[in-house]
């Protein structure tokens, strides 16, 4: 009969891969084969309290192989993004209301209103929710907006908003991690998202104004030169 492995296999092993996963840099160097398995086992073990150092290494071992694995998953996935275009849309504002549908029709009829250039990209997207609607627009909207809102409906604006667009290829909508692999970039540079949509092919993400240069540069490292845009639409 074979043996099972011991019940305190799986909680080490659980415990050493988040550690990993909580700390980008041991991460990434597991995933490029940077890494010496005893030392890593080893500071495991002085930072978590367990003690088993043979089942930190094994963990530590295995879970290197999936990475590796993981990694060639990852390869078709870059290829889309790298082929994006970033694009940064700044002085952008988020409404957020109570939905009701008389005040959704006068908020579309204000949009095909206002989006009166064809040739120049603006910035006026509405998302319903289960419960509320977010406008996303560019500031210059909102006084249009906000006027035909009934104070009970309006839940908030925030107004010193900027976004960054990805504008991809159609096989976006059918590759599985594209999305991931962009939040991922952020993660890793300790940024945070207010919003993040996917219309068709692009994936939009809203930042406060304080992020937006931070989470440019970041996202930049995806796609080569001269395809991240970084000046801003006027």
Known sequence: MTKGPAPSSRPIADRAR???????????????????????????????????????????????????????????????????????????????????????????????????????????????????????????????????IPEPLLLGVERDLGTLAFRSSPLVAETPGVLSHMVDALYRAGINCLETVSVHTDSIFVFRDADLMRAYLAFAELVPPGQADPRPDE
């Open 18 to 148: 988040r550690y990993i996963d909580d700390h980008t840099s041991l991460h990434e160097g597991l995933r490029e084969d940077l890494l010496n398995f005893t030392a890593l086992a080893r500071k495991i073990e002085e930072e978590t309290g367990l003690t088993n150092e043979e089942a930190i290494t094994i963990a530590c071992r295995r879970y290197q192989r999936e990475l590796v694995q993981e990694e060639s998953r990852l390869e078709p996935i870059r290829a889309i993004v790298a082929k994006s275009r970033l694009e940064v849309h700044p002085r952008v504002a988020i409404v957020r209301l109570r939905d009701d549908p008389d005040t959704i029709d006068r908020l579309l009829a204000v949009g095909r209103r206002t989006l009166t250039t064809p040739a120049k990209r603006r910035v006026f997207q509405l998302f319903l929710g289960t419960r509320a609607v977010t406008v996303l627009c560019e500031r210059s909207f909102l006084p249009a907006l906000l006027a035909e």
